[in-house]
């Protein structure tokens, strides 16, 4: 009566068998996932509970899935000082004056137990992702040699939070005119002492020798 | 073209709170566009707007797939529908399970602490993304849900005329709500948790979602073009079993890179790569469907879901295709990439499912022998050139963002706020066209047959 029932069955029983395949591999998954990231503590779950409540997902991606609308978070507990994140996640404009993320009203021991469940998160084993950007080191290299200078700002990862001519991070500000903006004496305490120049500044003390310093500002007053 | 049974028309209920959220998913839409300029522009941030924008999207299909199995059952069945006042019960269950939920995510956008955490998820808001919903509400849902499909199975069972198209119909709906639940349990690990979530996501719109597309589309193909139902029903069959076949191991690539082993990347790489084989056979089957039946009195009808079944495969199956081998994803995963191709797959393969299907059974459901179709194709045209050009410019976004993000190494924002900025002037301007479009087809909707 029905022409259509070989296929019909094909439909049903291929579409439970592949099911049940689904179901074995997720069981062997869910064994292993304990294995492939540290030990949740208390406090990691509290920061995930806080990352529930405020709905970071709706913009921000983790682990890749999310909003795309601000940076992926998943190994950023590994970038920033901890100090940084904490500041930033209470008041992010005190922390970086350009930040965009708005004041949401998270308490300093929320942005705590956020910052444990954001280092949990960056020890994940994730296969290699995010991979290091392969033509990282290419792009930086200019077509003379290095001064002395810019392989010490290379060395102390600079970039990490500074722009040179559009390239590195945005934490601190863009350093590409800061030789037409500061004066040798102004960057070497600055150096020094950064707090000391710009309160609330979260730019680490740079620990290098005097010589290295001296080689540092000297690059910084080509920056014009 | 008129209805055979008269409880068919709790369909058009279904459809107008469809079409209405699918007005308000354009509107915040285009906010949503204009944030990625100037991140200040509205009251409410952007998570909200996000939010309203995919659950307003994700409703309204399902509001849609809901309004289409009450006018297939009975048509299948050959009889009235179980119970009438249940389905406008459950219709107005979902109505206001929808509109609480929404006033929630403004309440939290206006003060975020109003989130409370209760039993460990959010009163307002779970923060999980496209399943935001909270536990309250996700209750609600699977209560309607559970209604709706108890109205049709007793209407099934009436006169137990079971055909190929209403049992794969209704096993797609069973499938979807089962697959709801594993996004309605808290888990420690963020792995575990973005693991079952996309149980719901993929095997939604991968699997279940697709397997309720087959019926309807072998439904439409029948109602349209006069097809003969054995072969009609034996390629449906053809495709929901590959989607089955291909799609549930293809859950697979979404797990190369959250924390779960690395045989995923296999499994992933390889089932997922054959998503878009019943994607093609799909637009196979229409187009050998409609050149051997020529007289075809539905144009609109016929015209939409040609689109679609060509639009879910350059979106789902090709755009999906580009980047879902782990060589390649590497690169591309969480980029915008990923953004283009949800754009332009849930357009072709869902919005444009819906549509065919309001247009296929909204003449019938209002009497309508013969009606203007100009604005229909308006609408068509406008919405499709703009998801187009709304996809091509997200696509070229998430190019530059993957070669300067992720291969030279540049910071998110710098690239985002910075080199990416004429995209997203471009992807607003198409934005505009596509909600001038939506605007157009909203029109058509509303006065369909009522004008003369």
């Given at each position: 009566?029905?022409?259509?029932?070989?296929?019909?069955?094909?439909?049903?029983?291929?579409?439970?068998?592949?099911?049940?395949?689904?179901?074995?591999?997720?069981?062997?998954?869910?064994?292993?996932?304990?294995?492939?990231?540290?030990?949740?503590?208390?406090?990691?779950n509290a920061g995930k509970m806080v990352w529930h409540k405020y709905d970071c997902i709706g913009?921000?991606?983790?682990?890749?899935?999310?909003?795309?609308?601000?940076?992926?978070?998943?190994?950023?507990?590994?970038?920033?000082?901890?100090?940084?994140?904490?500041?930033?996640l209470i008041n992010p404009k005190i922390a970086n004056p350009k930040a965009t993320m708005p004041r949401l009203g998270i308490t300093e021991e929320e942005a705590g137990k956020l910052v444990a469940f954001l280092d949990w998160i960056s020890k994940v084993d994730t296969n290699g992702w995010p991979p290091k950007p392969i033509l990282a080191a290419p792009a930086m290299v200019s077509t003379g040699e290095l001064s002395a200078g810019q392989k010490i700002y290379q060395s102390l990862n600079c970039s990490e939070c500074h722009t040179?001519?559009?390239?590195?991070?945005?934490?601190?500000?863009?350093?590409?005119?800061?030789?037409?903006?500061?004066?040798?004496v102004w960057l070497k305490g600055h150096f020094k002492d950064p707090q000391k120049y710009v309160p609330d500044s979260v730019m680490p003390l740079v620990i290098a020798s005097d010589a290295d310093i001296e080689q540092l500002t000297d690059y910084m007053l080509t920056l014009k | 073209m008129t209805i055979k049974y008269n409880s068919q028309k709790i369909a058009q209920n279904f459809y107008t709170f469809a079409v209405l959220l699918f007005l308000l998913q354009a509107v915040v839409g285009i906010i949503a566009a204009i944030q990625f300029i100037w991140p200040d522009f509205f009251i409410l941030n952007f998570n909200t707007i996000r939010t309203i924008h995919i659950n307003a999207m994700v409703v309204w299909l399902l509001a849609g797939m809901m309004g289409a199995a009450y006018y297939v059952v009975p048509e299948e069945s050959e009889t009235e529908l179980w119970?009438?006042?249940?389905?406008?019960?459950?219709?107005?269950?979902?109505?206001?399970?929808?509109?609480?939920?929404?006033?929630?995510?403004v309440w939290m956008g206006l003060d975020p602490q109003a989130n409370k955490t209760v039993f460990g998820a959010g009163l307002l808001n779970e923060g999980r993304e496209y399943i935001e919903a909270p536990r309250w509400a996700d209750i609600l849902i699977v209560?309607?849900?559970?209604?709706?499909?108890?109205?049709?199975?007793?209407?099934?069972?009436?006169?137990?005329?079971?055909?190929?198209?209403?049992?794969?119909?209704?096993?797609?709906?069973?499938?979807?709500?089962?697959?709801?639940?594993?996004?309605?349990f808290y888990t420690r690990s963020m792995v575990a948790d973005q693991y079952?979530?996309?149980?719901?996501?993929?095997?939604?719109?991968?699997?279940?979602w697709e397997v309720v597309a087959g019926a309807l589309i072998a439904f439409m193909l029948m109602k349209l073009v006069g097809a003969e139902r054995g072969v009609v029903e034996k390629w449906m069959y053809a495709e929901v079993c590959l989607v089955l076949f291909t799609g549930i191991l293809g859950t697979g690539h979404h797990y190369y890179w959250i924390g779960?082993?690395?045989?995923?990347?296999?499994?992933?790489?390889?089932?997922?790569?054959?998503?878009?084989?019943?994607?093609?056979?799909?637009?196979?089957?229409?187009?050998?469907?409609?050149?051997?039946?020529?007289?075809?009195?539905?144009?609109?009808?016929?015209?939409?879901?040609?689109?679609?079944?060509?639009?879910?495969?350059?979106?789902?199956?090709?755009?999906?295709?580009?980047?879902t081998l782990p060589a390649v994803n590497k690169w591309t995963h969480g980029t915008q990439i990923t953004t283009a191709h949800a754009h332009l797959a849930f357009y072709g393969a869902y919005v444009l499912l819906i549509l065919s299907i309001i247009y296929t059974?909204?003449?019938?459901?209002?009497?309508?022998?013969?009606?203007?179709?100009?604005?229909?194709?308006?609408?068509?045209?406008?919405?499709?050139?703009?998801?187009?050009?709304?996809?091509?410019t997200i696509t070229g976004a998430g190019i530059v963002q993957t070669i300067m993000e992720r291969l030279m190494g540049l910071d998110y924002i710098a690239v985002k706020s910075g080199y990416n900025m004429w995209f997203w002037i471009f992807r607003a301007i198409f934005g505009a066209g596509f909600l001038i479009g939506t605007v157009v087809f909203v029109k058509d909707y509303f006065s369909l047959g009522k004008e003369q």
């Open positions: 009566m029905n022409s259509n029932k070989g296929i019909r069955n094909l439909f049903i029983y291929g579409g439970l068998f592949f099911f049940a395949v689904m179901a074995v591999l997720t069981y062997d998954t869910m064994q292993q996932l304990p294995h492939r990231a540290p030990e949740i503590t208390d406090e990691v913009c921000h991606t983790i682990l890749g899935n999310g909003s795309y609308f601000a940076p992926d978070l998943t190994k950023t507990a590994q970038r920033k000082p901890h100090e940084y994140l904490k500041n930033f040179l001519n559009g390239i590195g991070g945005t934490m601190g500000p863009d350093l590409t005119h800061v030789g037409s903006r500061r004066d040798r | 119970s009438e006042p249940l389905a406008k019960i459950q219709f107005y269950l979902t109505v206001v399970a929808t509109l609480s939920v929404l006033l929630g995510y209560a309607s849900l559970l209604l709706f499909l108890l109205n049709c199975f007793m209407t099934v069972l009436k006169t137990r005329k079971w055909t190929g198209i209403q049992g794969t119909l209704l096993g797609g709906l069973v499938m979807l709500t089962v697959l709801y639940i594993p996004g309605m079952w979530w996309w149980w719901v996501l993929h095997l939604w719109v991968e699997g279940a779960t082993p690395p045989y995923w990347l296999w499994i992933g790489g390889v089932f997922s790569s054959l998503e878009p084989v019943p994607l093609l056979i799909m637009v196979w089957d229409a187009l050998r469907t409609t050149r051997e039946n020529r007289n075809i009195e539905n144009r609109a009808g016929m015209y939409y879901i040609t689109g679609h079944v060509i639009f879910t495969f350059v979106g789902a199956g090709i755009w999906g295709l580009i980047h059974t909204l003449p019938a459901i209002r009497g309508i022998k013969v009606y203007n179709d100009s604005r229909a194709f308006k609408s068509f045209w406008l919405m499709t050139i703009s998801m187009i050009f709304i996809a091509l």
